[in-house]
Protein backbone atom coordinates (compact mmCIF):
# COMPACT_ATOMS: atom_id res chain seq x y z
CA UNK A 1 0.00 0.00 0.00
CA UNK A 2 2.36 2.75 1.34
CA UNK A 3 4.93 1.53 -2.09
CA UNK A 4 1.97 2.30 -4.19
CA UNK A 5 1.08 5.89 -2.83
CA UNK A 6 4.60 6.61 -3.20
CA UNK A 7 4.79 5.17 -6.83
CA UNK A 8 1.90 7.25 -8.08
CA UNK A 9 3.78 10.55 -6.18
CA UNK A 10 6.69 10.29 -7.95
CA UNK A 11 5.12 9.94 -11.77
CA UNK A 12 2.47 12.79 -10.38
CA UNK A 13 5.61 15.27 -10.45
CA UNK A 14 5.69 14.13 -14.50
CA UNK A 15 3.31 16.18 -16.51
CA UNK A 16 2.33 12.89 -18.42
CA UNK A 17 2.03 10.17 -16.49
CA UNK A 18 1.31 6.93 -17.42
CA UNK A 19 -1.58 5.05 -16.46
CA UNK A 20 -0.43 1.43 -16.42
CA UNK A 21 3.54 0.30 -16.84
CA UNK A 22 4.45 -3.15 -17.44
CA UNK A 23 7.61 -4.72 -17.13
CA UNK A 24 9.17 -7.53 -18.03
CA UNK A 25 5.88 -9.87 -17.11
CA UNK A 26 6.49 -13.41 -17.33
CA UNK A 27 2.43 -15.62 -17.91
CA UNK A 28 2.09 -19.02 -17.37
CA UNK A 29 0.37 -21.52 -15.24
CA UNK A 30 2.02 -24.24 -12.62
CA UNK A 31 5.33 -22.61 -13.63
CA UNK A 32 4.89 -23.16 -16.83
CA UNK A 33 5.59 -20.02 -19.38
CA UNK A 34 3.29 -19.16 -21.59
CA UNK A 35 4.10 -15.31 -22.33
CA UNK A 36 6.99 -13.56 -21.48
CA UNK A 37 9.04 -10.37 -22.09
CA UNK A 38 5.97 -8.10 -21.99
CA UNK A 39 6.45 -4.87 -21.61
CA UNK A 40 4.15 -1.45 -22.54
CA UNK A 41 3.15 1.43 -20.98
CA UNK A 42 -0.63 2.82 -21.36
CA UNK A 43 -1.28 6.10 -20.97
CA UNK A 44 -4.91 7.96 -20.82
CA UNK A 45 -6.73 7.91 -23.92
CA UNK A 46 -4.87 4.88 -25.59
CA UNK A 47 -6.96 2.04 -27.03
CA UNK A 48 -4.84 -0.80 -27.34
CA UNK A 49 -5.92 -3.78 -29.08
CA UNK A 50 -4.21 -7.30 -27.51
CA UNK A 51 -4.13 -9.86 -30.33
CA UNK A 52 -2.75 -13.10 -31.28
CA UNK A 53 -3.54 -16.88 -31.25
CA UNK A 54 -5.06 -18.66 -28.44
CA UNK A 55 -2.73 -20.30 -25.84
CA UNK A 56 -0.76 -16.91 -26.43
CA UNK A 57 -1.97 -15.64 -22.96
CA UNK A 58 -3.99 -12.71 -23.98
CA UNK A 59 -7.28 -13.89 -21.58
CA UNK A 60 -4.48 -14.37 -18.62
CA UNK A 61 -2.50 -11.07 -19.50
CA UNK A 62 -6.23 -9.60 -18.73
CA UNK A 63 -7.03 -11.15 -16.00
CA UNK A 64 -3.17 -10.43 -14.78
CA UNK A 65 -3.51 -6.89 -15.47
CA UNK A 66 -7.13 -7.03 -13.02
CA UNK A 67 -4.89 -8.48 -10.57
CA UNK A 68 -7.33 -11.75 -10.47
CA UNK A 69 -3.75 -14.07 -11.08
CA UNK A 70 -0.54 -13.04 -9.91
CA UNK A 71 2.03 -13.50 -12.64
CA UNK A 72 4.79 -15.76 -12.55
CA UNK A 73 7.48 -12.32 -12.65
CA UNK A 74 7.87 -8.99 -13.77
CA UNK A 75 5.39 -6.28 -12.61
CA UNK A 76 2.34 -3.98 -13.18
CA UNK A 77 2.24 -0.76 -11.81
CA UNK A 78 -0.27 1.94 -11.93
CA UNK A 79 0.25 5.07 -12.34
CA UNK A 80 -1.86 8.78 -13.19
CA UNK A 81 -4.15 8.49 -9.89
CA UNK A 82 -5.41 4.98 -11.16
CA UNK A 83 -6.23 2.00 -8.24
CA UNK A 84 -8.40 -1.00 -9.01
CA UNK A 85 -10.96 0.33 -7.65
CA UNK A 86 -11.20 2.89 -10.61
CA UNK A 87 -11.23 -0.20 -13.26
CA UNK A 88 -13.87 -0.84 -15.34
CA UNK A 89 -14.58 -4.70 -16.89
CA UNK A 90 -16.33 -6.74 -18.92
CA UNK A 91 -15.65 -10.05 -18.32
CA UNK A 92 -16.56 -12.93 -21.27
CA UNK A 93 -20.05 -14.71 -19.90
CA UNK A 94 -20.03 -17.62 -17.66
CA UNK A 95 -22.71 -20.28 -17.64
CA UNK A 96 -24.26 -18.95 -14.65
CA UNK A 97 -25.14 -15.35 -16.43
CA UNK A 98 -27.10 -17.51 -18.91
CA UNK A 99 -30.04 -18.05 -16.44
CA UNK A 100 -29.78 -15.69 -13.77
CA UNK A 101 -32.80 -13.83 -12.39
CA UNK A 102 -31.33 -10.61 -12.06
CA UNK A 103 -33.09 -7.23 -14.24
CA UNK A 104 -30.85 -4.93 -16.48
CA UNK A 105 -30.93 -2.46 -14.19
CA UNK A 106 -30.05 -4.30 -11.19
CA UNK A 107 -26.51 -5.66 -12.96
CA UNK A 108 -25.45 -2.29 -13.86
CA UNK A 109 -25.71 -0.95 -10.46
CA UNK A 110 -23.45 -3.67 -9.48
CA UNK A 111 -20.57 -1.76 -10.83
CA UNK A 112 -20.32 0.59 -8.23
CA UNK A 113 -20.14 -1.93 -5.44
CA UNK A 114 -16.60 -1.76 -6.39
CA UNK A 115 -15.93 1.40 -4.43
CA UNK A 116 -18.92 1.37 -1.72
CA UNK A 117 -16.81 -0.15 1.24
CA UNK A 118 -19.17 -1.06 4.02
CA UNK A 119 -21.82 1.20 2.12
CA UNK A 120 -24.98 -1.31 1.71
CA UNK A 121 -27.14 0.74 -0.40
CA UNK A 122 -26.59 3.19 -3.54
CA UNK A 123 -26.79 6.65 -3.40
CA UNK A 124 -28.97 8.83 -5.55
CA UNK A 125 -26.38 9.79 -7.14
CA UNK A 126 -25.35 6.38 -8.31
CA UNK A 127 -28.91 5.99 -9.58
CA UNK A 128 -28.99 9.04 -11.25
CA UNK A 129 -25.54 8.20 -13.48
CA UNK A 130 -26.70 4.66 -14.00
CA UNK A 131 -29.59 6.18 -15.39
CA UNK A 132 -27.41 7.77 -17.99
CA UNK A 133 -25.29 5.38 -18.79
CA UNK A 134 -28.19 2.84 -19.75
CA UNK A 135 -29.77 5.91 -21.58
CA UNK A 136 -26.70 6.48 -23.47
CA UNK A 137 -26.40 2.45 -24.26
CA UNK A 138 -29.99 2.43 -25.76
CA UNK A 139 -30.94 -0.30 -23.05
CA UNK A 140 -32.85 1.97 -21.03
CA UNK A 141 -36.47 0.47 -22.18
CA UNK A 142 -35.18 -2.86 -20.84
CA UNK A 143 -34.10 -1.45 -17.06
CA UNK A 144 -36.81 -3.84 -15.54
CA UNK A 145 -36.28 -6.77 -17.93
CA UNK A 146 -34.74 -9.99 -17.42
CA UNK A 147 -31.13 -10.23 -18.11
CA UNK A 148 -31.63 -13.87 -19.47
CA UNK A 149 -34.03 -12.57 -21.78
CA UNK A 150 -31.94 -10.35 -23.59
CA UNK A 151 -30.52 -11.07 -26.92
CA UNK A 152 -26.27 -11.36 -26.86
CA UNK A 153 -25.58 -7.87 -27.92
CA UNK A 154 -28.35 -6.31 -25.64
CA UNK A 155 -26.60 -8.31 -22.89
CA UNK A 156 -22.98 -7.25 -23.99
CA UNK A 157 -24.35 -3.87 -23.49
CA UNK A 158 -25.40 -4.69 -20.08
CA UNK A 159 -22.34 -5.83 -18.79
CA UNK A 160 -20.66 -2.79 -20.88
CA UNK A 161 -22.96 -0.60 -18.77
CA UNK A 162 -21.67 -1.68 -15.75
CA UNK A 163 -18.09 -1.68 -16.29
CA UNK A 164 -18.75 1.69 -16.61
CA UNK A 165 -20.31 2.45 -13.36
CA UNK A 166 -17.30 1.40 -12.63
CA UNK A 167 -14.67 3.42 -13.88
CA UNK A 168 -14.28 6.93 -15.77
CA UNK A 169 -11.09 6.31 -16.36
CA UNK A 170 -10.17 2.75 -18.19
CA UNK A 171 -12.03 -0.11 -19.58
CA UNK A 172 -10.71 -3.30 -20.03
CA UNK A 173 -12.21 -5.90 -22.54
CA UNK A 174 -12.45 -9.28 -22.82
CA UNK A 175 -13.62 -10.34 -26.17
CA UNK A 176 -16.58 -7.81 -25.85
CA UNK A 177 -17.75 -9.39 -29.48
CA UNK A 178 -17.59 -13.19 -29.55
CA UNK A 179 -20.96 -14.68 -30.62
CA UNK A 180 -22.15 -11.58 -31.75
CA UNK A 181 -23.73 -11.38 -35.41
CA UNK A 182 -21.73 -8.71 -37.63
CA UNK A 183 -24.15 -5.94 -37.59
CA UNK A 184 -24.51 -6.13 -33.78
CA UNK A 185 -20.43 -6.70 -33.76
CA UNK A 186 -19.97 -3.19 -35.77
CA UNK A 187 -22.36 -1.27 -33.18
CA UNK A 188 -20.34 -2.85 -30.06
CA UNK A 189 -17.33 -1.21 -31.83
CA UNK A 190 -18.40 1.88 -32.47
CA UNK A 191 -20.10 1.90 -29.03
CA UNK A 192 -16.36 1.70 -27.59
CA UNK A 193 -14.80 3.53 -30.17
CA UNK A 194 -17.43 6.31 -28.36
CA UNK A 195 -16.70 6.11 -25.59
CA UNK A 196 -12.91 6.36 -25.66
CA UNK A 197 -13.18 9.28 -28.71
CA UNK A 198 -15.65 11.27 -26.75
CA UNK A 199 -14.87 10.82 -22.89
CA UNK A 200 -11.23 9.79 -23.21
CA UNK A 201 -11.46 6.61 -21.19
CA UNK A 202 -8.73 4.55 -21.85
CA UNK A 203 -9.61 1.18 -23.62
CA UNK A 204 -7.28 -2.00 -23.42
CA UNK A 205 -9.20 -4.92 -25.49
CA UNK A 206 -8.35 -9.05 -25.88
CA UNK A 207 -9.51 -9.43 -29.72
CA UNK A 208 -9.44 -11.78 -32.17
CA UNK A 209 -10.40 -9.62 -34.83
CA UNK A 210 -7.23 -8.21 -36.16
CA UNK A 211 -9.04 -5.89 -38.97
CA UNK A 212 -10.71 -4.63 -36.63
CA UNK A 213 -8.02 -4.09 -34.25
CA UNK A 214 -6.08 -2.19 -36.98
CA UNK A 215 -9.10 0.06 -37.65
CA UNK A 216 -10.26 1.55 -33.48
CA UNK A 217 -6.76 0.95 -32.21
CA UNK A 218 -4.17 3.49 -31.26
CA UNK A 219 -2.06 0.96 -30.13
CA UNK A 220 -1.23 -2.95 -30.72
CA UNK A 221 0.05 -5.33 -28.77
CA UNK A 222 0.88 -8.73 -30.51
CA UNK A 223 1.27 -12.05 -28.56
CA UNK A 224 1.91 -14.31 -30.81
CA UNK A 225 5.46 -12.64 -32.20
CA UNK A 226 8.56 -12.86 -30.61
CA UNK A 227 10.20 -10.83 -29.68
CA UNK A 228 6.61 -9.78 -28.41
CA UNK A 229 5.33 -6.80 -30.75
CA UNK A 230 3.94 -3.34 -28.74
CA UNK A 231 4.02 -0.12 -30.72
CA UNK A 232 1.07 2.38 -32.78
CA UNK A 233 -1.28 1.11 -34.72
CA UNK A 234 1.03 2.86 -37.87
CA UNK A 235 3.98 1.09 -36.86
CA UNK A 236 2.38 -1.97 -36.73
CA UNK A 237 1.15 -2.03 -40.25
CA UNK A 238 4.40 -0.66 -41.32
CA UNK A 239 6.24 -3.62 -40.38
CA UNK A 240 2.97 -5.78 -42.30
CA UNK A 241 1.81 -7.86 -38.87
CA UNK A 242 -1.59 -7.04 -39.68
CA UNK A 243 -0.83 -8.81 -42.85
CA UNK A 244 0.06 -12.27 -40.86
CA UNK A 245 -3.29 -12.73 -39.86
CA UNK A 246 -4.17 -15.18 -36.84
CA UNK A 247 -5.32 -18.56 -37.31
CA UNK A 248 -8.99 -17.61 -36.76
CA UNK A 249 -9.11 -14.71 -38.91
CA UNK A 250 -7.75 -16.80 -41.80
CA UNK A 251 -10.84 -19.41 -40.83
CA UNK A 252 -12.76 -16.95 -41.17
CA UNK A 253 -11.79 -15.61 -44.19
CA UNK A 254 -11.33 -18.91 -45.87
CA UNK A 255 -15.11 -18.93 -44.83
CA UNK A 256 -16.41 -16.08 -46.24
CA UNK A 257 -15.05 -16.98 -49.54
CA UNK A 258 -16.84 -20.21 -49.10
CA UNK A 259 -20.16 -18.63 -48.21
CA UNK B 1 -60.26 -28.87 12.98
CA UNK B 2 -60.08 -25.47 14.12
CA UNK B 3 -60.85 -26.79 17.87
CA UNK B 4 -58.61 -29.62 16.98
CA UNK B 5 -55.78 -26.84 16.18
CA UNK B 6 -56.57 -24.52 18.92
CA UNK B 7 -56.27 -27.16 21.28
CA UNK B 8 -52.85 -28.10 19.89
CA UNK B 9 -51.56 -23.86 19.70
CA UNK B 10 -52.65 -24.09 23.55
CA UNK B 11 -49.37 -25.88 24.41
CA UNK B 12 -46.40 -23.69 25.18
CA UNK B 13 -43.76 -26.77 22.55
CA UNK B 14 -46.45 -26.86 19.78
CA UNK B 15 -46.25 -22.75 19.81
CA UNK B 16 -42.36 -22.64 19.79
CA UNK B 17 -42.11 -25.53 17.12
CA UNK B 18 -43.55 -23.06 14.94
CA UNK B 19 -41.99 -20.12 15.78
CA UNK B 20 -38.55 -22.01 15.05
CA UNK B 21 -39.78 -24.07 11.93
CA UNK B 22 -40.74 -20.81 10.30
CA UNK B 23 -37.71 -18.87 11.55
CA UNK B 24 -35.68 -21.48 9.90
CA UNK B 25 -37.72 -21.94 7.02
CA UNK B 26 -37.12 -17.99 5.96
CA UNK B 27 -33.30 -18.54 6.83
CA UNK B 28 -32.54 -21.27 4.31
CA UNK B 29 -34.77 -19.43 1.78
CA UNK B 30 -32.82 -16.45 1.81
CA UNK B 31 -29.56 -18.28 1.70
CA UNK B 32 -31.06 -20.63 -0.76
CA UNK B 33 -31.31 -17.81 -3.80
CA UNK B 34 -26.93 -17.02 -3.36
CA UNK B 35 -26.43 -20.96 -3.42
CA UNK B 36 -28.54 -22.35 -5.99
CA UNK B 37 -27.41 -19.38 -8.46
CA UNK B 38 -23.78 -20.32 -7.62
CA UNK B 39 -24.43 -24.36 -8.19
CA UNK B 40 -23.79 -25.11 -4.75
CA UNK B 41 -27.43 -26.45 -4.11
CA UNK B 42 -26.53 -29.51 -2.90
CA UNK B 43 -23.85 -27.64 0.24
CA UNK B 44 -26.77 -27.88 2.48
CA UNK B 45 -26.92 -31.90 1.64
CA UNK B 46 -23.22 -32.32 2.28
CA UNK B 47 -22.81 -30.17 5.30
CA UNK B 48 -26.01 -31.85 7.21
CA UNK B 49 -24.21 -35.02 6.71
CA UNK B 50 -20.91 -33.21 8.03
CA UNK B 51 -22.92 -32.01 10.98
CA UNK B 52 -24.48 -35.55 11.41
CA UNK B 53 -20.47 -37.18 11.51
CA UNK B 54 -19.78 -33.92 14.15
CA UNK B 55 -22.63 -34.87 15.93
CA UNK B 56 -21.76 -38.89 16.46
CA UNK B 57 -18.32 -38.08 17.37
CA UNK B 58 -20.02 -35.44 20.26
CA UNK B 59 -21.96 -38.35 21.37
CA UNK B 60 -19.02 -40.91 21.11
CA UNK B 61 -17.63 -38.25 23.66
CA UNK B 62 -20.47 -37.68 25.72
CA UNK B 63 -20.19 -34.00 25.39
CA UNK B 64 -23.14 -32.02 27.16
CA UNK B 65 -23.16 -29.31 24.97
CA UNK B 66 -22.76 -30.99 21.28
CA UNK B 67 -22.76 -27.87 19.56
CA UNK B 68 -19.37 -26.92 20.41
CA UNK B 69 -18.14 -29.51 18.11
CA UNK B 70 -21.03 -29.56 15.46
CA UNK B 71 -20.27 -25.56 15.01
CA UNK B 72 -17.09 -25.31 14.55
CA UNK B 73 -16.62 -28.31 12.41
CA UNK B 74 -19.87 -27.40 10.08
CA UNK B 75 -18.50 -23.89 9.50
CA UNK B 76 -15.28 -24.88 8.32
CA UNK B 77 -16.18 -27.36 6.18
CA UNK B 78 -18.60 -24.92 4.58
CA UNK B 79 -15.47 -22.39 4.09
CA UNK B 80 -13.18 -24.73 2.55
CA UNK B 81 -16.12 -26.27 0.29
CA UNK B 82 -17.01 -22.54 -1.12
CA UNK B 83 -13.32 -21.15 -1.28
CA UNK B 84 -12.22 -24.44 -3.43
CA UNK B 85 -14.19 -22.64 -6.20
CA UNK B 86 -13.45 -23.37 -9.68
CA UNK B 87 -9.75 -23.46 -9.68
CA UNK B 88 -9.68 -27.21 -7.14
CA UNK B 89 -8.51 -30.46 -8.88
CA UNK B 90 -11.58 -31.71 -7.53
CA UNK B 91 -14.81 -29.88 -8.92
CA UNK B 92 -17.55 -28.06 -6.41
CA UNK B 93 -19.77 -30.92 -7.11
CA UNK B 94 -17.60 -33.52 -6.81
CA UNK B 95 -15.90 -32.35 -3.53
CA UNK B 96 -19.40 -31.78 -1.85
CA UNK B 97 -20.06 -35.55 -2.78
CA UNK B 98 -17.25 -36.79 -1.32
CA UNK B 99 -17.45 -35.21 1.88
CA UNK B 100 -21.15 -35.81 2.26
CA UNK B 101 -21.32 -39.46 1.59
CA UNK B 102 -17.70 -39.45 3.96
CA UNK B 103 -18.80 -38.17 7.12
CA UNK B 104 -22.31 -39.86 6.67
CA UNK B 105 -20.40 -43.05 6.86
CA UNK B 106 -18.04 -42.21 9.48
CA UNK B 107 -20.67 -40.71 11.55
CA UNK B 108 -22.50 -44.14 11.16
CA UNK B 109 -19.73 -46.31 12.34
CA UNK B 110 -19.19 -44.18 14.90
CA UNK B 111 -22.52 -44.49 16.09
CA UNK B 112 -22.56 -48.02 16.15
CA UNK B 113 -19.60 -49.00 17.48
CA UNK B 114 -19.70 -46.83 20.70
CA UNK B 115 -23.73 -46.75 20.93
CA UNK B 116 -24.72 -44.95 24.38
CA UNK B 117 -28.47 -45.83 23.37
CA UNK B 118 -29.67 -49.20 22.87
CA UNK B 119 -31.66 -47.98 19.73
CA UNK B 120 -28.96 -46.99 17.33
CA UNK B 121 -31.26 -47.60 14.49
CA UNK B 122 -34.03 -45.02 15.78
CA UNK B 123 -31.32 -42.93 16.82
CA UNK B 124 -29.91 -42.48 13.79
CA UNK B 125 -33.13 -42.46 12.06
CA UNK B 126 -34.52 -39.07 13.89
CA UNK B 127 -31.25 -36.73 13.30
CA UNK B 128 -31.42 -37.97 9.65
CA UNK B 129 -35.10 -37.18 10.01
CA UNK B 130 -35.63 -34.78 12.59
CA UNK B 131 -38.42 -36.70 13.92
CA UNK B 132 -39.46 -35.41 17.47
CA UNK B 133 -36.69 -33.23 18.72
CA UNK B 134 -39.01 -30.40 17.32
CA UNK B 135 -41.36 -30.68 20.13
CA UNK B 136 -39.28 -30.65 22.81
CA UNK B 137 -37.92 -27.71 22.51
CA UNK B 138 -36.58 -25.83 25.74
CA UNK B 139 -37.10 -21.71 25.86
CA UNK B 140 -32.86 -21.36 25.42
CA UNK B 141 -33.15 -23.41 22.14
CA UNK B 142 -35.67 -21.12 20.97
CA UNK B 143 -33.78 -18.34 22.14
CA UNK B 144 -30.94 -19.47 20.64
CA UNK B 145 -32.58 -20.08 17.19
CA UNK B 146 -34.12 -16.19 16.86
CA UNK B 147 -30.85 -14.76 17.32
CA UNK B 148 -28.72 -17.15 14.87
CA UNK B 149 -31.69 -16.44 12.41
CA UNK B 150 -31.89 -12.94 13.10
CA UNK B 151 -28.00 -12.53 12.50
CA UNK B 152 -28.57 -14.14 9.33
CA UNK B 153 -30.94 -11.81 8.07
CA UNK B 154 -29.04 -8.70 9.28
CA UNK B 155 -26.19 -10.21 7.31
CA UNK B 156 -28.70 -10.89 4.43
CA UNK B 157 -29.69 -7.55 4.30
CA UNK B 158 -26.42 -5.36 4.79
CA UNK B 159 -24.63 -7.54 2.09
CA UNK B 160 -27.41 -8.15 -0.46
CA UNK B 161 -26.01 -6.04 -3.38
CA UNK B 162 -22.36 -7.46 -2.73
CA UNK B 163 -23.83 -11.22 -2.50
CA UNK B 164 -25.82 -10.41 -5.90
CA UNK B 165 -22.74 -8.94 -7.28
CA UNK B 166 -20.16 -11.85 -6.43
CA UNK B 167 -22.82 -14.49 -7.28
CA UNK B 168 -23.32 -12.95 -11.01
CA UNK B 169 -20.03 -12.25 -11.90
CA UNK B 170 -17.18 -12.70 -8.70
CA UNK B 171 -14.40 -11.94 -11.66
CA UNK B 172 -16.09 -8.39 -11.85
CA UNK B 173 -16.62 -8.15 -8.30
CA UNK B 174 -13.07 -9.03 -7.42
CA UNK B 175 -11.35 -7.05 -10.17
CA UNK B 176 -13.29 -3.68 -9.30
CA UNK B 177 -12.50 -4.35 -6.09
CA UNK B 178 -15.13 -6.11 -3.67
CA UNK B 179 -13.89 -8.36 -1.51
CA UNK B 180 -15.35 -11.40 -3.03
CA UNK B 181 -13.37 -13.98 -0.88
CA UNK B 182 -15.15 -12.05 1.86
CA UNK B 183 -18.15 -12.17 0.92
CA UNK B 184 -18.10 -16.19 -0.33
CA UNK B 185 -16.78 -16.97 3.33
CA UNK B 186 -19.69 -14.95 5.10
CA UNK B 187 -21.92 -17.04 2.84
CA UNK B 188 -20.70 -19.82 3.78
CA UNK B 189 -20.93 -19.49 7.65
CA UNK B 190 -24.41 -18.20 7.80
CA UNK B 191 -24.87 -21.39 5.44
CA UNK B 192 -23.38 -23.92 8.20
CA UNK B 193 -24.95 -21.94 11.37
CA UNK B 194 -28.62 -22.32 9.33
CA UNK B 195 -28.15 -25.73 8.37
CA UNK B 196 -26.48 -26.87 12.01
CA UNK B 197 -29.86 -25.17 13.63
CA UNK B 198 -32.46 -26.37 11.07
CA UNK B 199 -30.73 -30.21 11.93
CA UNK B 200 -33.52 -30.09 14.90
CA UNK B 201 -36.55 -29.42 12.44
CA UNK B 202 -36.14 -31.25 9.41
CA UNK B 203 -33.15 -33.40 10.32
CA UNK B 204 -30.15 -33.59 7.90
CA UNK B 205 -31.63 -35.37 5.06
CA UNK B 206 -34.20 -32.89 4.22
CA UNK B 207 -32.66 -29.58 4.99
CA UNK B 208 -31.52 -28.77 1.05
CA UNK B 209 -35.08 -29.15 0.53
CA UNK B 210 -35.24 -25.97 2.42
CA UNK B 211 -32.83 -24.19 1.00
CA UNK B 212 -33.22 -24.97 -3.13
CA UNK B 213 -36.92 -25.49 -3.12
CA UNK B 214 -38.47 -21.93 -2.32
CA UNK B 215 -35.73 -20.41 -4.51
CA UNK B 216 -36.02 -23.10 -7.25
CA UNK B 217 -39.89 -22.45 -7.09
CA UNK B 218 -39.33 -18.81 -7.22
CA UNK B 219 -37.18 -18.92 -10.04
CA UNK B 220 -39.90 -20.37 -12.37
CA UNK B 221 -41.66 -17.73 -12.65
CA UNK B 222 -39.88 -14.36 -10.98
CA UNK B 223 -37.57 -12.48 -13.40
CA UNK B 224 -35.34 -9.83 -10.93
CA UNK B 225 -33.52 -10.57 -7.91
CA UNK B 226 -35.39 -8.94 -5.91
CA UNK B 227 -38.56 -10.36 -6.61
CA UNK B 228 -36.92 -13.88 -6.25
CA UNK B 229 -35.98 -13.30 -3.04
CA UNK B 230 -39.19 -11.97 -2.11
CA UNK B 231 -41.24 -14.77 -3.13
CA UNK B 232 -38.70 -17.48 -1.58
CA UNK B 233 -39.69 -15.97 1.27
CA UNK B 234 -43.07 -16.32 1.16
CA UNK B 235 -43.05 -19.60 -0.23
CA UNK B 236 -40.90 -20.51 2.87
CA UNK B 237 -43.20 -19.23 5.14
CA UNK B 238 -46.46 -20.53 3.56
CA UNK B 239 -44.70 -24.00 3.06
CA UNK B 240 -43.56 -23.74 6.65
CA UNK B 241 -47.27 -22.76 8.21
CA UNK B 242 -49.19 -24.98 6.70
CA UNK B 243 -46.75 -28.24 6.99
CA UNK B 244 -46.49 -27.91 10.52
CA UNK B 245 -50.08 -27.54 10.53
CA UNK B 246 -50.74 -30.71 8.53
CA UNK B 247 -48.37 -32.80 10.00
CA UNK B 248 -50.18 -32.23 13.63
CA UNK B 249 -53.71 -32.86 12.34
CA UNK B 250 -52.47 -35.99 9.84
CA UNK B 251 -50.08 -36.92 12.63
CA UNK B 252 -47.23 -37.10 9.59
CA UNK B 253 -43.28 -36.60 10.26
CA UNK B 254 -43.11 -32.67 10.52
CA UNK B 255 -39.92 -32.12 8.65
CA UNK B 256 -40.82 -34.54 5.92
CA UNK B 257 -44.59 -32.81 5.59
CA UNK B 258 -43.02 -29.06 5.06
CA UNK B 259 -40.58 -30.57 2.44
CA UNK B 260 -44.22 -31.79 0.18
CA UNK B 261 -45.47 -28.69 0.72
CA UNK B 262 -42.86 -27.19 -0.99
CA UNK B 263 -42.29 -30.02 -3.73
CA UNK B 264 -46.30 -29.14 -4.62
CA UNK B 265 -45.08 -25.08 -4.44
CA UNK B 266 -42.74 -26.04 -6.87
CA UNK B 267 -44.75 -28.47 -9.16
CA UNK B 268 -47.57 -25.34 -9.13
CA UNK B 269 -45.23 -22.61 -10.15
CA UNK B 270 -43.19 -25.11 -12.97
CA UNK B 271 -46.44 -25.00 -14.15
CA UNK B 272 -47.18 -21.90 -14.12
CA UNK B 273 -44.07 -21.03 -15.92
CA UNK B 274 -44.96 -23.40 -18.54
CA UNK B 275 -48.92 -21.44 -19.31
CA UNK B 276 -46.70 -18.40 -19.39
Known amino acids: MANEKKHTRILNKNKVSAQLIVKDLVLGYEGKVVSKDINFQIYKGNYLCIVGENGTGKSTLMKTLLGLRSPLSGSIEYGDNLTSKRIGYLPQQTLVQKDFPASVKEIVMTGFLGNHGFLPWYSKDEKRRAEEIMEKFGIADFRNKCYRNLSGGQQQRVLLARALCATEDILLLDEPVSGLDPKVTYEMYELIDKLNKEEGITIIMVSHDIDASVKYASHILHLAHIPIFFGTKDNYMRQGFHLWKTDEAMLRNGGGILD | ?276
Open chain 2, 1 to 276: MINELAHYFSYEFVRNAMMVGIMIALGAALLGVPLVLKRYSFIGDGLSHVAFGALAIASVLNLTNNMLIIMPVTVITAVVLLSLGQNAKIKGDAAIALISVSALAIGYILLNVFSVSSNVGGDVCSTLFGATSLLTLTKTDVAICFVSIAIVIAVYVFTYNKMLAVTFDEDFAKATGVNANGYNFLLATVTAVIIVIAMKLVGTLLISALIIFPALSAMRVFRSYKSVVIASLVIALICAVTGIIASILLSTPTGATIVVANLAVFIIFSLIDLIK
